[in-house]
């Protein structure tokens, strides 16, 4: 599976836009990207995917490189609920299984 | 809708012990997932499910084994628990759509192995 890298951590101030940046210079044709978040003592929850073009749904926006080597996930106005860790995931559309890979993550900090 | 729910939420064990956690969906998805998180760390996927009647290994299977007799329920059980298996479980499941997999996470279980 391809890799994605992502900066540890990054910080915020209340209603400014968060950009998290993921690199993924090994990214296949066929492989989505997905990016999940986790706020603290839960389970991780979906915040948008995308193939080639940029996409935007009510939690965010997803802009991808014209190579797709690399794409940002985009808070349009951090709130403190948006305090989390960020993953942005690859999965290979050939993958029949719908396995996903963890990283890391980005840790967000949403200061008012 | 209940979602993904787990049980228990939290669990001690003394080292050599087992325990069965028990993940249940109500979506009829067809794909379920365990997955475990040690702390400061990203989730790491230790068995999975694709539909009834169906298991197979993720990254990190080893001391763990897992059943799917129904559809919605999905167990993972701990048959000699050790140090080394502290963490907190997820368990997850999904569904396709234009070939894409959407995963819903459970509250997670919280295990202490002594």
């Known amino acids: 599976d391809a890799k994605t890298t992502q900066p540890n951590s990054m910080e915020s101030n209340e209603e400014e836009p968060v950009h998290l940046p993921c690199n993924h210079s090994t990214i296949s044709g066929t492989d989505y990207i997905h990016w999940y978040r986790q706020l603290p003592s839960q389970g991780p929850e979906y915040v948008i995917h995308?193939?080639?073009s940029n996409v935007n749904n009510r939690m965010a926006s997803l802009a991808i490189a014209e190579d797709r080597k690399s794409s940002t996930l985009i808070l349009h106005r951090a709130t403190l609920r948006d305090a989390a860790v960020y993953y942005c995931i690859l999965r290979d559309v050939s993958d029949s299984w719908g396995k996903f890979q963890f990283g890391a993550g980005t840790q967000v900090v949403v200061t008012p | 809708n209940a979602g993904v729910t787990q049980t228990p939420k939290f669990r001690v064990l003394k080292t050599g012990q087992s325990m069965t956690l028990l993940c249940a969906q109500d979506?009829?998805?067809?794909?379920m997932y365990w997955y475990r998180q040690d702390p400061g760390m990203g989730l790491r996927l230790i068995h999975y499910s694709v539909g009834e009647g169906t298991t197979a290994k993720g990254e990190v299977p080893d001391g763990y084994n897992v059943s799917r007799l129904k559809k919605q329920n999905f167990l993972l059980g701990l048959e000699s628990a050790a140090p080394s298996q502290t963490s907190v479980y997820f368990c997850?499941?999904?569904?396709?759509?234009?070939?894409?997999?959407?995963?819903?996470f459970g509250p997670g279980t919280r295990l202490t192995v002594t």
């Open positions: 997850a499941s999904s569904y396709i759509r234009d070939r894409v997999y959407e995963q819903y």
């Open positions: 979506m009829n998805h067809e794909y």
């Open positions: 995308g193939l080639t």
